[in-house]
């Protein structure tokens, strides 16, 4: 037996067979549910020919058949490949050929899209469609777990679109995956060392959290948190799409305990339905919030908080490239902070390593159990993932620097800070100034070209609804109280909504196309 994320998923569910790992609206799957039907959808697709290293693309909402597609590929050696449902016909077209998928599983709402495309992609040989299609290959084959072995050095790769350019496929090693991406399936200590340490736990683990998973699977976060959750012989509770007053009916229906989110495009709305609500739903076993892709402001933190007295709010650290790194934390002076980690380290353009308390500003970077490679992309690679002195680092885009006790001070993304005038400014912390005025719902802050400076501070922002008619240049003015004046926005665009990604992710292509006239 190995680390490989198959392997531990069979241990777990022998172990623990009637336990409840998912739930989505009538869907309750138990741990021997899951593994024989994935068994039976394995079989399908060895049937239909596909082979150990192949990659099948999964094209599909938060529904039971994406967790089964998922383990499939697993048990058989083949690799999943997320696809954004909301991507366009040339977009798809995109992943379906970069990923070279031979296969794809996709929902009924999405065979228009997918088959438009299918034909400009010959190697796949193979569509199955979510529905009567799916459930008769199903019946067609055996539950039987006769696969072959497995091994630590099988791939899984997550595509991601990150904040700019097109989506890149990370490639992992099962082995790292497991502990940094799933943190050993452990998030409250150590990583656990074997199958035998991660089963036993599992199976102790009798008054587990219960957790609702807001982010489609399709994104990085949701993959580590369901399967983490499995490992750990955990519940999650999926929804299809998201609907805050749906939020909290579930939390009462289901006595969720932690609900996790992507920052302030989801965590807003639950605290607006929250105040709407009027305490009709029972939210007493709430009893934390994550965040993972995008950090909540310091406004809404205090607002849930109020509302939910006792609840935790934590932001997590971590990349599709990294796995999770850390907690981020809040200094009195408004500073983002993660403890020191001997993993998480700081290096210059050249890769060399930044020495803590020196002031520099870097690159923040992870060694140890990192990704192999963006997939079929070696420039990008050798970009993001240099072996230095016989280390394979991920150099993720967030710059930072690190006091002389390792604890690392956040910046911002290295390719979004706005030069203007010979002055650095990360837009996260102006957008995290923007959304302190009670007026502004949400804001993604771009540079804009200025003669004069190169480069300007610009913002989109949505307002809340009965703020229509806020002025930008009051917008502007509230931010001189939370950054430098050569920070503040020189021009606001007000708009209906903010684009984002289904996860959360904010669109800054978008945004700066938005602010390039103004």
């Not at 002195?389 to 006091?403: C, H, I, K, N, Q």
């Not at 930008?472 to 708009?495: D, M, N, Q, W």
Request: proline letters at 6%.
């Amino acid at each position: 037996m190995t680390l490989n994320i198959a392997d531990l998923f069979e241990a777990v569910a022998d172990a623990i067979p009637d336990r409840v790992p998912l739930i989505l609206e009538d869907s309750r799957l138990s741990y021997a549910e899951l593994e024989l039907r994935s068994n039976r959808l394995a079989h399908h697709l060895q049937s239909v020919g596909v082979e150990p290293g192949q990659h099948v693309g999964i094209h599909m909402r938060n529904c039971v058949e994406y967790v089964e597609a998922l383990l499939a590929c697993l048990k058989i050696r083949a690799v999943p490949i997320n696809v954004n449902f909301r991507y366009t016909d040339a977009e798809l077209l995109y992943i379906y050929t970069n990923s070279q998928m031979v296969a794809l599983l996709v929902e009924a709402e999405f065979v228009p899209t997918a088959l438009a495309v299918v034909p400009q992609c010959p190697e796949i040989t193979h569509v199955l469609i979510v529905g009567d299609d799916y459930e008769n290959a199903l019946a067609a084959q055996s539950d039987t777990r006769d696969f072959g072995p497995r091994s630590n050095d099988d791939h899984f790769i997550i595509y991601t679109g990150g904040t700019t350019g097109m989506p890149k496929g990370v490639v992992w090693r099962h082995e790292d995956f497991f502990f940094a991406a799933l943190s050993g399936a452990n998030l409250s200590g150590p990583p656990r060392r074997s199958l035998e340490e991660v089963v036993e736990a599992a199976v102790a683990n009798t008054n587990p959290t219960v957790l609702l998973l807001i982010p489609p699977l399709m994104h990085g976060a949701a993959i580590y948190s369901l399967l983490t959750a499995f490992l750990m012989g955990a519940p999650r509770v999926l929804t299809r799409s998201f609907d805050p007053m749906e939020v909290l009916r579930l939390v009462e229906a289901e006595k969720i305990t932690g609900i996790t989110v992507v920052g302030d495009a989801i965590a807003r709305p639950i605290a607006d339905a929250i105040t709407a609500s009027e305490g009709r739903y029972d939210l007493s076993t709430l009893k934390l919030i994550g965040s993972g892709g995008a950090l909540f402001s310091p406004n809404l933190k205090a607002e849930l908080t109020t509302r939910l007295p006792g609840l935790v709010i934590k932001d997590a650290f971590g990349a599709s490239e990294s796995g999770n790194d850390g907690v981020v934390e809040f200094g009195e002076d408004g500073s983002k902070r993660i403890r020191s980690n001997p993993n998480m380290i700081l290096v210059d353009d050249e890769f060399r390593r930044i020495e803590p308390g020196s002031d520099t500003v870097g690159f923040i970077a992870r060694a140890g159990h990192v990704p192999v490679a963006y997939f079929d992309d070696p420039v990008k690679t050798a970009a993001t993932f240099p072996v230095v002195d016989g280390v394979r680092l991920a150099v993720l885009g967030d710059m930072g620097t690190m006091e002389a006790d390792g604890t690392i001070v956040l910046l911002g993304r290295g390719s979004m800070c706005i030069n203007s005038g010979g002055e650095k400014v990360y837009p996260e912390e102006v957008e995290q100034a923007l959304k302190t005025h009670p007026a502004v719902f949400d804001a993604l802050v771009a540079g804009a070209p200025d003669a004069r400076f190169g480069e300007k501070v610009a913002a989109v922002v949505q307002v809340r609804p009965g703020f229509e008619d806020v002025a930008t240049e009051a917008l502007s003015e509230h931010c001189r109280t939370h950054v430098a004046g050569y920070k503040i926005p020189r021009s606001i665009v007000l708009v209906p909504s903010i684009l984002r990604s289904p996860s959360g992710k904010a669109d800054y292509r978008w945004a700066r196309e938005t602010v390039a006239g103004v």
